[in-house]
């Protein structure tokens, strides 16, 4: 049962411009809802996240936006720069008492110069 | 932010052998680690989450016998695949908490790679 999903398998973007990545949940107990870059065969590096009590988080070119009501999240990336090529997973978490994070199936993103 | 370790990166080996991986907590005492698999191209599935001196807790679908874990101290996890067989080449990513508490943030390990032959 897929509690995370993120539907866009993949995202090309040119640089420069804004990448705007999409993800719902179905698990409305969720308190933390993140963002995770990964390169193939490495960790997931964490991004930005935002707790359930805020609908917006900005961090430098990052911004991250919350509608619970609508149990959708997503992440703008703006500029987009060739660095940013990466796949980018939605996550979520019940918080501090229940820190196990679902995790979506991903998006690869592509930014072309 | 902390640094989590594992070891080996890659790991061969023979069907019906045993693998070990290990994950560190380098910097800080982690009570709870989670165990990850990815297939390629697919997401991160929790396997199990392990705490400090007790028994780890496997999610729906995952062999114990066959996926051990042991979490003796506050700075090491290991997770044993036995009796490997071809279908169980993955790879293998911990994390390990307490989360930060200011971003809910879990701190992961750079993943290892199995190949069964």
């Known amino acids: 049962d897929q509690q995370v999903k993120q539907n866009s398998p993949s995202l090309s973007v040119q640089e420069g411009r804004i990448s705007i990545l999409n993800c719902d949940y179905t698990?409305?107990?969720?308190?933390?809802f993140l963002w995770y870059k990964k390169y193939p065969a490495e960790g997931p590096t964490f991004l930005i996240s935002i707790s359930s009590i805020k609908d917006k988080n900005e961090d430098g070119r990052f911004t991250v936006f919350l509608n619970k009501s609508a149990k959708h999240l997503s992440l703008h990336i703006v500029p987009s720069q060739p660095g940013d090529s990466a796949v980018y997973f939605c996550?979520?978490?019940?918080?501090?008492?229940?820190?196990?994070?679902?995790f979506g199936a991903g998006t690869t993103v592509t930014v072309r110069a | 932010g902390a640094v989590v370790s594992q070891h080996p990166s890659r790991v061969i080996c023979k069907s019906g052998t045993s693998v070990k991986i290990e994950c560190r907590s380098l910097?800080?005492?982690?009570?709870?680690m989670f165990w990850y698999r990815q297939f390629p191209k697919q997401s991160l599935m929790l396997m199990a989450t392990s705490n400090e001196g007790s028994k780890a807790t496997y999610e729906q679908g995952v062999e114990k016998d066959k996926f051990l874990i042991n979490h003796a101290s506050l700075t090491l996890s290991t997770l044993t695949v036995t009796s490997a067989h071809p279908e169980d080449s993955s790879f293998y990513i911990c994390?390990?908490?307490?989360?930060?508490?200011?971003?809910?943030?879990?701190?992961f390990g750079e993943g290892s790679r199995l190949t069964v032959l």
């Open positions: 996550a979520a978490s019940g918080g501090i008492n229940d820190y196990k994070l679902s």
């Open positions: 994390s390990a908490g307490p989360v930060n508490p200011n971003t809910g943030e879990l701190f």
């Open positions: 910097d800080f005492q982690a009570t709870t």
């Open positions: 698990n409305s107990m969720f308190d933390y």
